[in-house]
């Protein structure tokens, strides 16, 4: 599924990458930058954690002509005369107006760096309602944001992750050089899929998926095989060979069979028969009595 994802988060879409500090998530983040890239989309950097230079020096290679760098790092909380961007600017109004001053026809991939960053200082509430808004405001093709999990306290974390179609979670693997990928998407029927790799990411940035996760494996393995509802009952709903064929042959009273028919239509000699000749002291009336029963 990480293959899939760095092809092209889906039109709209909200990719959040989850990292902490046993594994950080930002080689993976220039993964995607150096993917759209690759695929000639404009891709707007709101830098909060690292200057232009670096970002930029991890993306060797690729093609930076199409990188718009928002300089954030530099002061990020305004304390100068002329701050480049801040913390404070992150609204629908002012990520609309940069992104618009580029001259690129295509709606572009705006990349958070990151979203710890804004959180510090703007409430959740705000941060949730901006990315809707981003997303659905047609002014970018979709977000991909860094996100510190482990610096936020766990609402925090899940708001933002529940405004997400996709999001990636990293740890550190058993080998030095690899990582495990624990990816939740959403896909607009309401689908929730979710998948378990262990990945690698070479020199030029692409990422090569060595296997899936064994727990991710199991995971899918036991989705794959039936359940079995009677699996954990404390009594049998199951019959045997001998208790199948005694219940076929069983007569239910209610049931009438062929035999049974027969005997009742068609009644044989010396069956008992009931005769009835009026006797003139009868009271019987031609009118029905309950004529006035009808509806």
Same mark, same amino acid.
């Given at each position: 599924m990480l293959p899939e994802l760095l092809q092209g988060v889906d039109t709209g879409g909200l990719l959040v990458i989850q990292d902490s500090a046993s594994y950080s998530g930002r080689h993976l983040l220039q993964s995607f930058i150096n993917a759209a890239l690759n695929r000639e989309e404009a891709v707007h950097v709101? %830098?909060? @954690?690292?200057?232009?230079?670096?970002? /930029?020096?991890?993306?060797?290679?690729?093609?930076v002509q199409r990188l718009h760098f928002h300089n954030a790092y530099t002061d990020p909380l305004g304390w100068t005369d002329n701050p480049a961007f801040t913390v404070h600017q992150f609204c629908l109004g002012e990520l609309t107006r940069l992104v618009k001053q580029t001259s690129h026809s295509k709606p572009a991939t705006l990349?958070?760096?990151?979203?710890?960053?804004?959180?510090?200082?703007?409430?959740?509430?705000?941060?949730?309602?901006?990315?809707?808004?981003?997303?659905?405001g047609g002014a970018v093709r979709s977000i991909i944001g860094l996100l510190h999990a482990d610096m936020h306290q766990r609402g925090t974390v899940g708001?933002?992750?529940?405004?997400?179609?996709?999001?990636?979670?990293?740890?550190?693997?058993?080998? %030095?050089? @690899?990582?495990?990928?624990?990816?939740? /998407?959403?896909?607009k029927s309401g689908k929730v899929i979710q998948d378990e790799e262990i990945f690698r990411i070479k020199d030029d940035l692409t990422v090569v998926v060595q296997s899936k996760s064994s727990?991710?494996?199991?995971?899918?393995?036991?989705?794959?095989?039936?359940?079995?509802?009677?699996?954990?009952?404390?009594?049998?709903?199951?019959l045997s060979d001998t208790e199948r064929e005694t219940k076929q042959k069983l007569a239910l009273p209610f049931v009438f069979s062929k035999e049974k028919k027969t005997a009742l239509l068609h009644s044989g000699p010396g069956s008992g028969r009931i005769h009835y000749e009026p006797d003139a002291n009868d009271d019987y009336d031609q009118e029905d009595p309950d004529d006035d029963l009808d509806v």
């Open positions: 709101l %830098g909060f @954690e690292v200057s232009e230079e670096e970002l /930029k020096d991890g993306l060797r290679g690729s093609p990349v958070i760096d990151s979203l710890s960053w804004i959180l510090r200082h703007v409430s959740t509430p705000d941060v949730c309602k901006t990315l809707q808004q981003l997303r659905k708001s933002v992750c529940h405004s997400a179609t996709s999001v990636i979670t990293v740890e550190p693997a058993m080998r %030095g050089d @690899e990582a495990v990928a624990k990816i939740t /998407k959403r896909s727990k991710g494996a199991k995971k899918a393995d036991s989705e794959e095989q039936e359940t079995d509802p009677t699996a954990n009952l404390t009594f049998n709903l199951r």
